[in-house]
């Protein structure tokens, strides 16, 4: 027998309904026991497991199958499913009679983990979820309650059917998903997205400092000015990103500061 | 393991003991509890919907106390100051979800109203919103211990998963995932209703005693959070990658708020 490198090509595969409905719930859950060891290893293990129901062996087969998955494990969870579809895949080949060496799928969920990581880290955290933010928080400042969730929706049901579609995906591609890594369309993707966040964020501080200027509050507009432009520019001025816990704390450190500032001069 | 168990016999009654009469009520506090827990599981364990952004969570809170608007009116200073608080490279993982929860649940049940911080020239108003900013602020932050502790049980749990390597019980697995997940939800809701608990009891009843000087800064607290939650993000777009575009959204809405609308 010849180890593959490539997918065989054995005609269109597609994943039986049962069994990719039970991967797919059980995928959702891939973080729930995340730890700092070694990750998302026992959600993979969980997620994988209808699979090795399905193809119940003996005893020793089922620890083996175990122990592929419950090593270091870590992707960007709402594209991890292209990988456990490409996992399945692997082990339907290999129960299938097909060559496909052991270190072949630790060697499989590590890069292709890594590389799917990688991308949806830039595609969801740093590109889709500033813009949906923005996005809500644009539509809040105008008061519109049904609209935000509307926004929020309809991600949680677009995020949903990537999944559902990326696990057949994944199957079909098999070791061929290298190929779809290779895609430029992720990266034009990717910069298209961070792009409209760009937008929304500046957007949002127009909208903000307009609501600001014309709040008719009784407060003194110079200082208010003041605080604005120093919330603005600190953290870009600090070239520091703190959490926003800390944020608020260093808010109410200007706005007291601020304050005495109004008593001390008489105004 | 006995003195574990003794926690827990006491912690129910202290708990009762701990709870004005009726207010806020049984059911409010489980409602609020199921929410949060419900809020926290999305957070990270299951589905991850961004239904627990802090806007969300401020609103569908409010929703189910009957006043969306105040949910509205606390979660989104807290959104756009926690907007730029991502989890990549991020060693913080504060709760927002649980403060918050507790936070538009106590101003709700306590039969106050909030109002947008521009939409009213009552400064007491926008004070106690900045008031309840700060409650979710410091408590998000003790959040992060939780968090991580149970990070650190998921670990140990996560080894004795071992035991199937050797035994092949495929069950204990699963068991030990579903362990997590409640976990989770429970801290969520529990978190939530104890932090009710004090924000009604002792956070609340705090701000009519404070200095009109604190007063006045908690007033100007909500009107710089957005500030410096757009410069955060801005910081982490890059400011020379991103000054452009930025600038453009600013120019176009400020004109479009200002002269239009």
Not at chain 1, 226 to 254: D, K, Q, T, W
Not at chain 2, 50 to 75: E, K, M, N, R
Not at chain 2, 89 to 94: K, L
Not at chain 2, 207 to 224: C, E, G, N
Request: glycine share 10%; with cysteine; aromatic share 8%.
């Amino acid at each position: 027998m010849r180890a593959v490198t490539r997918q065989p090509d054995r005609g269109v595969r597609k994943l039986g309904f049962a069994l990719k409905v039970r991967l797919f719930m059980r995928s959702l859950s891939l973080q729930a026991s995340w730890n700092h060891e070694r990750m998302q290893n026992l959600g993979l293990l969980v997620a994988m497991l209808p699979w090795a129901r399905r193809h119940r062996g003996d005893l020793n087969r089922d620890r083996t199958f175990c122990r592929r998955y419950y090593e270091y494990f870590n992707t960007n969870p709402y594209l991890a499913n292209f990988v456990i579809g490409g996992l399945v895949r692997l082990e339907d080949d290999r129960a299938a009679g097909l060559d496909v060496p052991l270190g072949m799928t630790a060697t499989f969920r590590d890069s292709l983990g890594r590389a799917f990581a990688s991308l949806g880290d830039q595609l969801f955290w740093l590109g889709l979820r500033p813009a949906v933010v923005m996005a809500i928080c644009l539509l809040g400042l105008f008061w519109q309650m049904a609209a935000l969730i509307s926004v929020i929706a309809l991600f949680a049901v677009g995020q949903l059917v990537v999944r559902w579609r990326s696990l057949d995906q994944g199957y079909r591609l098999g070791l061929d998903l290298v190929d779809l890594l290779q895609d430029k369309r992720w990266h034009r993707g990717i910069a298209a997205v961070e792009r409209t966040g760009m937008i929304l964020t500046g957007m949002t501080a127009g909208t903000y400092l307009a609501l600001v200027t014309d709040s008719g509050l009784p407060v003194n507009h110079n200082l208010l000015w003041f605080g604005v432009a120093v919330g603005l520019g600190l953290p870009v001025a600090l070239r520091r990103r703190l959490p926003g816990e800390v944020l608020i704390l260093v808010a109410l450190g200007l706005a007291l500061l601020l304050t005495f500032a109004v008593l001390l001069s008489g105004s | 393991m006995s003195s574990l168990s003794g926690v827990w016999a006491v912690l129910p009654a202290a708990l009762l003991a701990a709870v004005p009469a009726g207010d806020p009520s049984w059911n409010s506090m489980l409602l609020l509890g199921l929410l949060a827990g419900l809020l926290s599981l999305d957070e990270t364990a299951l589905m991850q919907t961004w239904f627990s952004q802090p806007l969300a969570v401020g609103v569908l809170t409010g929703a189910v106390c009957g006043d969306p608007a105040s949910g509205l009116a606390i979660g989104l200073p807290v959104q756009l100051i926690l907007a730029g608080n991502l989890p990549v490279g991020q060693s913080f993982t504060g709760d927002s979800v649980s403060a918050l929860v507790a936070a538009v649940g106590a101003v709700v049940l306590s039969g106050r109203g909030l109002v947008s911080v521009f939409g009213t020239p009552d400064l007491t108003e926008i004070a106690l919103v900045g008031w309840m900013v700060v409650a979710v602020g410091l408590f998000s932050s003790a959040g992060h211990l939780m968090i991580q502790m149970e990070r650190r049980a998921h670990f140990l749990w996560m080894l004795e998963g071992h035991r199937t390597l050797r035994d092949g019980r495929l069950r204990r697995m699963e068991a030990i995932h579903a362990r997590c997940l409640f976990t989770t939800f429970l801290r969520g809701g529990a978190t939530a209703i104890i932090l009710l608990l004090v924000l009604r009891r002792l956070w609340l009843p705090a701000f009519a005693q404070l200095p009109a000087v604190i007063v006045a800064a908690l007033a100007m607290l909500p009107l710089l959070l957005p500030g410096l939650g757009i410069g955060n993000l801005i910081e982490r777009y890059g400011l020379r990658a991103s000054w452009l575009w930025v600038a453009g959204g600013t120019v176009v809405s400020f004109a479009v708020t200002r002269f239009v609308l």
